[in-house]
């Protein structure tokens, strides 16, 4: 009885000097706050995130230091390209979205699964988990906020605002899919309208989600005929991310 106290005494002992010393360990690692060349951000984050030079504080020679092309949301690796224009290892992932999931920017299959980031980001699987669970994709958009956000799994991939069916052609609500892709619709009036995700049918009238070239009412109004409508600037990615797979809410 008294042997088996020792063992216990023992154990909890071993285990609050291991939490100790991994403690130390941690809290002694110098590039979580060292920022060596000055430049915003740390030792750590440019080794560990962006892949930047720890000691060169303008790593894409552009004239800007690469915390300020960060806090910008421009890539510090890629002259004159934002994050999200930027796919650092050319794996079909870009770089914004490498650093929201977690992959490395520079490794073009990071779960060394065989499979892309990409790819997998595209056909709905983790890209940090080699395993084969699926992961929900999802468009959600909410009307009453004017706003759209998706997301793979619980990761957001990007929120922006929108507008969507003015009152007398309201944008059908409840869930549904993407079940076409258009690269170019003409709707009446408006032509050549580039990125078309269709989500619904009713009456044989098409409701989609699309860039809106002649207005500028996102976040303010809705003034579609019952789509939904997003800026130019949004929705190319959304467009090539979107499948057959996309769930799309409405409310
Ligand atoms: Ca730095
Ligand atoms: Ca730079
Ligand atoms: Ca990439
Ligand atoms: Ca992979």
Known sequence: MLKKKYLIAIFIIVFLITIVIASL?????????????????????????????????????????????????????QKYLKMYEADTDNDGLNDEWEIKLGTNLMVRDTDGDG??????????????DSGTIKLEKKIEVDIANFNLKYSLGNIILDEFKISTGKPSTPTPRGEFHIT?????????????????????????????????????????????GGCVNVPQEKMERLYSWANEETKVIIK
């Not at 995130?49 to 894409?60: A, L």
């Not at 499979?115 to 699987?125: A, T």
Request: net charge negative; aromatic share 18%.
């Open 25 to 77: 360990v941690f809290a002694d690692n110098p590039d979580v706050y060292k920022d060596t060349d000055n430049d915003g951000l740390t030792d750590y984050q440019e080794k560990a995130i962006y892949q930047t030079s720890w000691n060169n504080s303008d790593t894409d020679n552009d004239g800007y230091n690469d915390g300020q092309e960060v806090a910008n949301n421009y890539s510090p690796k």
């Open 115 to 128: 499979f892309l980031d990409g790819s997998e980001v595209y056909n709905g699987y983790s890209p940090t």
């Open 180 to 224: 076409q892709k258009f690269p170019i619709k003409h709707y009446y009036g408006y032509p050549n309208t580039p990125w078309n995700l269709q989500f619904t049918k009713r009456n044989g009238l098409g409701y989609y989600i699309h860039t809106a070239y002649w207005h500028e009412k996102f976040g303010q109004e809705n003034v579609s």
